[in-house]
């Protein structure tokens, strides 16, 4: 039977990825991925280890949607109240954001479609005729140098 400390080693980062994609925030993932763990310690004694890390995914993924309803129940609760509700900050075209000379055309429509349209990995895919994975390998690409010009760093 394996210990605890490498159960955690083992699938830490499967499941903080996993709990990413589930809210597509890194903290927040973070935070479900101890609230996993801290279950998974918890009932220790009465988990098959043969179930890991699906049982771990279970624990993130219902986690997140507890996440989700709450969002939901607040910003209900908020239109009931008729206060102003802030919505988040999308980047604006003209901004500048996406005018980095280091991106290529195909970056710029990547990110514009993801986050200017709130289109999925899956239907930019589709749109461009790429695949999936080139959608997000383009993605992290551009992110990777919009986050080095926000952050001051050298670029390439």
């Not at 609760?77 to 999308?90: R, T």
Request: hydrophobic share 40%; with cysteine.
């Amino acid at each position: 039977m394996e210990t605890f400390e490498a159960v955690y080693r083992k699938h830490r980062d499967a499941v903080l990825r996993f709990g990413i994609r589930c809210v597509g925030r890194r903290e927040l993932a973070e935070d479900l991925t101890a609230e996993a763990f801290l279950e998974l310690h918890r009932h220790w004694t009465t988990i098959d280890t043969g179930r890991l890390p699906s049982w771990l995914f279970t624990v993130v993924r219902n986690r997140a949607a507890d996440h989700w309803r709450r969002q939901e129940l607040e910003r209900r609760y908020a239109d009931s109240e008729s206060l102003p509700v802030a919505a988040p900050a999308k980047p604006e075209l003209d901004s500048g954001l996406f005018e980095n000379p280091a991106l290529k055309p195909v970056h710029r429509i990547c990110l514009t479609l993801r986050y200017i349209h709130d289109m999925s990995l899956t239907e930019i895919a589709e749109r461009l005729s790429l695949s999936e994975v080139q959608v997000k390998g383009h993605l992290q690409y551009a992110r990777g140098l919009l986050r080095k010009q926000l952050s001051g760093e050298p670029g390439q």
